[in-house]
Each structure stands twice: as C-alpha cells, then as structure tokens.
C-alpha cells in the first residue's frame, strides 16, 4: 500500500524486478546474495502492497502503479458495508426538542426522519437544529419535519458502495454524515445504517493496522 514504508532491502527488490522482470525470487535471491527463504517476507508484502505482481513459472514484474494509484485501488475496494455504523432514526412527528435529546443521548451528528412505514423522508444535522433553536419558537411544539431537509435532496449510500466515493460525497458536500439505505420495491428506501466522517477514518486506521499485521 502507498503508506508503507519500504526498507532498504525492499526498496532494491523493486529496482532490480522493475530493471529486469519478470525474474523468479531465485534469481533475485542471487543477485543480492541471500537465500530465497530470507528474501520470502520481503517479497510477500512487496506483492500484497500492490508494487509487484508475480505469474507461476514466469516470475515477478514491477506493476507499474505510482503510491497514489495503490491507494486509490485499496480504497475502491473497501465497501461501506464493512464499515457502517447503527442508525439513528425519528419519526416525522418528532419534535425539535426530541431531536435534540435523542442526538445527544445518541452521540451522534446526524439523525434519519422516516415515515410512519419507517421509510426514509429527510435528514436533520446540528446545523438545522441549531438554526432552529435560534429562533423564538417553541421547540416542544415545532415538528421536526419543518426543518428538516427532505428526500429528493438527501445524499445517501448503498451498503456496496465504496468508501472512496462515499468519502468524496462528504468532502463535496461538506456534511458529516449520510443514511446508508436499500431500495424497496416501491421506490422507497429503508435506513439500514449510517455513513460517517469517523468510519471513514476507521477504514484508514483499519488500512493502516491490517498492512501492519502482515
């Protein structure tokens, strides 16, 4: 992977497949004069990071891939499946004041207004609650419907999605969260899961630890 640092050792493995691959671990073995067994890990994470690649009987050959681009295939890869967090919904009737209680009892900056069938009609972030407790209304009494924004205009997620374009609709959208949903046979959408700004730096962590293990 891009973020790996490559020893000294390894570094020379990708020079010498990149000048003379494909070329079998033996040979690249006796060109640095260690055994195949001693040169094994090194070429084990050289191939699983994506540098090389290796054919039976032929050999390994250097990729081609610059760091960004490895990256970028790890990351379309990842399915935000793997990753999404629990839902919190309220329905449409809520109030204002219970949609703050529940995000903050909750912890979380997002909350999923569904319908009476719990399906999915609109979305209320700390934004829109703050807003609206600004005002001189009354919180108890004002429906969370009213401030919330409302489907079409909800940026959503499909469980398999990639969390590079999820990361993306973040970023260009400038929101911290978005309902991962499934699509009914009406037309309607179920929330079976939430999007966040932390799982997406859960699966860099999660990048980061697993490249470690190995």
């Known amino acids: 992977m891009n ?27 006796d060109i ?6 001693t040169l094994r890990p090194d070429l084990t994470v050289l191939t699983m990071s994506g540098y090389l690649d290796a054919r039976p009987r032929v050999g390994y050959y250097y990729t081609g891939k610059t760091g ?10 990842m399915r935000v499946k793997d990753f999404q967090s629990i839902p919190v919904v309220i329905p449409e009737s809520a109030s204002v004041y219970d949609a703050i209680c529940s995000m903050f009892l909750e912890d979380v900056g997002t909350l999923f207004v569904v319908n009476g069938r719990s399906k999915l009609i ?3 972030s700390r934004k829109d609650l703050l ?6 209304q009354e919180l108890e009494a004002l429906p969370v419907s009213i401030i919330m924004t409302r489907m079409p205009n909800v940026t959503m997620c499909a469980p398999d999605d990639s969390m590079l374009e999820v990361a993306n609709k973040l970023i ?3 929101i911290d969260g978005l309902p991962v ?3 009914d046979s009406n037309g309607e959408y ?16 999660f990048m980061g630890t697993e490249e470690q293990a190995k």
């Not at 390894?10 to 000048?19: P, S």
């Not at 179920?190 to 962590?205: E, P, S």
């Open 3 to 29: 973020n790996v640092e490559l020893s000294k050792r390894q570094q020379r493995i990708v020079e010498i497949v990149k000048g003379k691959g494909p070329i079998t671990g033996e040979q690249i073995a």
């Open 32 to 37: 640095l004069e260690l055994t195949r067994a």
């Open 68 to 77: 960004g681009q490895l990256f970028q295939e790890r990351m379309l890869k």
């Open 122 to 124: 609109g979305i209320v």
């Open 131 to 136: 807003r609206a407790s600004m005002g001189k």
């Open 172 to 174: 260009s959208k400038q």
């Open 181 to 183: 949903v499934k699509k």
């Open 190 to 205: 179920d929330v079976i899961g939430r999007l966040t700004k932390t799982n997406i730096t859960k699966a860099f962590v």
